[in-house]
């Protein structure tokens, strides 16, 4: 008599694949420059929750067909995890921080960038734009009470 091990074997190299995606994403947002703290932490909680839910699919998938997992593997992309989510966190103090304001005029998006930014040279007002999300209608009166983001050291 022969064994059927074929949903064993698919299981098991789709963990591989898993595990290989987990660990990737760890490492981009390892290699990542952020600009604020609040992309820095989404990274982090983003790597994280990728974890959790291949860990999840993983315990799912081998009961299923009858593996008892020995974590193989788990271990060494627990540290990984566990070691990007600690630097992006302690890198992430260092970062600038998104606050809120809500403008009390109407004003030029030049304007803005001036006064929340110290400067109205073209990154810095792209930079204003981009944040804010603002399209064709929004950038060049920006209407009071209009909220708007910028950055803080």
């Known amino acids: 008599p022969t064994y059927n091990n074929v949903g064993q074997n698919s299981v098991q190299t789709q963990d591989l694949f898993a595990a290989s995606n987990v660990s990737a994403i760890a490492d981009s947002i390892t290699a990542t420059d952020f600009e604020?703290?609040?992309e820095a932490l989404s990274a982090a909680e983003s790597v994280q929750n990728s974890?959790?839910?291949?860990v999840e699919w993983k315990e799912r998938n081998y009961t299923s067909v009858g593996i008892e997992d020995e974590g193989e593997g788990y271990e060494a992309l627990l540290e990984q995890i566990t070691t990007t989510v600690a630097d992006v966190v302690n890198n992430a103090a260092t970062l600038q921080r998104i606050r809120n304001v809500v403008i009390?005029?109407?004003?030029?998006?030049?304007?803005?960038?001036?006064?929340y930014f110290g400067t109205s040279d073209?990154?810095?007002?792209?930079?204003?734009?981009?944040?804010?999300?603002?399209?064709?209608?929004d950038i060049f009166t920006l209407e009071k009470g209009k909220l708007m983001r910028f950055l803080v050291s």
Do not use: H, P, W
């Open 122 to 137: 073209s990154d810095t007002v792209e930079k204003v734009i981009l944040l804010n999300g603002l399209d064709n209608s």
């Open 36 to 38: 604020t703290r609040e």
């Open 104 to 115: 009390d005029r109407d004003m030029l998006v030049l304007d803005f960038a001036y006064q």
């Open 51 to 54: 974890f959790f839910n291949y």
